[in-house]
């Protein structure tokens, strides 16, 4: 199997799930609003994250924004053949991640009043479900008829060697430093996404796909046009494949 060779930077899998507390919302957070706009009195739960649901925090919004910042990569190369003398600018990493964090914390901002204005109650916290009208945050017991519970998903890593190396998604929006090489493990959208990102931002990046193409169980002529387009920007795709292993060499890290 080949094997891929990258400095000082991260393995990145292909996952875009996230645990929340016992008692929080990913893309539920609109309903405590619902609930308290009908009247009821309205408590949610949330833990260290924000509320706003994953689009907002860890999913499609800040991915749109590192979409953007990638984007541009592109429009000055074709700007020369419109007749502009564009030279590449520096691009400064750092500022757009502080830009995206930025934006996150506003629009976490707008989800938490609109809860308050709607009269929900927010406790920052882990709640635990101590019997079914009642869950304990910290040393405080809430007491209601009904118990709305969105807890969103964990990432799950492979069980394979070596895979403390690795990162996924989560950690993807935070990186201090654009990686000059990067593995990506997965052929769905949210890989390609980040692929994509990584890439028009001028990163090296691999995607290790498990089958024979990227976006298994969507039309075939999709799959290998979005493929041969990949391919085209400049991207390594291993078809068949998958890692097996993550080790150190050196002040590097290799997959197998």
Known sequence: MATVNYTQQPYLLDHLNFIWSPLTTTNADGQPASYAGSGQRTVQVTGTFGVGGT???RGCIPKKILMYGAHFHGDFEDARAYGWDAKL??????KLIANKDKEIARLNGVYIKLLKDAGVEIIEGYARITDPHSVAVGKRRLTG??????????PVLPDIFGVENAITSNEAFQ????PRRIVIAGGSYVALEFASI???LGSEVTLVVRSNA?????DGDIRESVGDALK???IKILTNSHVARIERKGGALATD
């Open 89 to 94: 600018p520096d691009f400064d990493w750092g």
């Open 55 to 57: 689009c907002v925090l």
């Open 198 to 200: 990584f890439r028009g």
């Open 145 to 154: 008829k009904f118990l709305l519970i969105a807890t969103g998903a964990k």
């Open 214 to 218: 990227v976006l298994r169980g969507l």
């Open 175 to 178: 990186l201090k430093s654009l």
């Open 232 to 234: 085209a920007s400049g």
